[in-house]
């Protein structure tokens, strides 16, 4: 069975450019997370869809974070405009309504 | 502060020695889970618990939700185990509400 994929697993981006990050859940999962983890920060919630709908959408990261969930087998982190402080590994996760999550090998993004 | 500490931060290990790792909650957890991050980024999952235990390998797992923590004991381990474990508790109901610990970083040595 496949795993959580991301892509791209590297990305370089200049201060102020968008960038768009991208996620396959596990087939048959209902549940998706996007978390970013940093060092200082550990790992933080930036958004959370049930069945495709959004249930949560990162509080602090609303500004210039946008998530979407066009279909159940894709969802996508757009970020604009990006900043330095948005260096970071983002992470997506899927989960079968257990609770159990699975994550992605990440995407590791720095803004220059 | 922490709601979710996990002790110890670092630990360095010999090859087929045993160990254990430790988290206590300062949040009503309902649910536990245990993550291995290995060097690659990724983040697998080891348990998914709900009060009790569970045991897979050399792995296994208590959930003790009135004394507000969680252990995981490594048996025998090997280099493979290298990595930061990660537990993350879930409160309240709200099963998305994942709080993670800052991780125990764990280095087997041969």
């Known amino acids: 069975d496949a795993g959580v994929t991301q892509t791209p697993r590297h990305e370089v981006a200049e201060k102020g450019q968008t960038i768009i990050l991208k996620c396959e859940p596990v087939?048959?999962?209902?549940?998706l997370f996007w978390y970013r983890q940093t060092k200082i920060q550990g790992l933080e919630l930036l958004s959370y869809?049930?069945?495709?709908?959004?249930?949560?959408d990162g509080g602090a990261f609303k500004d210039r974070f946008k998530a979407e969930m066009l279909n159940s087998s894709f969802s996508t982190l757009k970020i604009q405009p990006t900043e330095p402080k948005d260096s970071a590994v983002y992470l997506c996760?899927?989960?079968?309504?257990?609770?159990?999550?699975?994550f992605g090998e990440g995407s590791k993004l720095t803004v220059l | 502060g922490d709601k979710v500490k996990q002790s110890p931060s670092a630990l360095s290990l010999q090859e087929g020695t045993n160990s254990a790792l430790r988290c206590n909650f300062s949040i009503a957890a309902t649910t536990v889970q245990w993550f291995l991050q290995n060097p690659r980024g990724s983040l697998m999952n080891l348990f998914y618990?709900?009060?009790g235990t569970k045991e897979n390998g050399r792995l296994k797992s208590a959930f003790d939700s009135k004394e507000s923590y969680s252990t995981l004991h490594i048996r025998d381990a090997q280099l493979e185990d290298s990595g930061t474990y990660f537990c993350a508790a879930e409160a309240g109901g709200m099963g998305y509400k994942l709080t993670f610990g800052t991780g125990t970083s764990l280095l087997v040595d041969p």
């Open positions: 996760a899927s989960s079968p309504n257990t609770g159990q999550l699975y």
């Open positions: 869809f049930r069945s495709k709908s959004l249930m949560e």
């Open positions: 618990l709900v009060p």
């Open positions: 087939s048959g999962h209902n549940d």
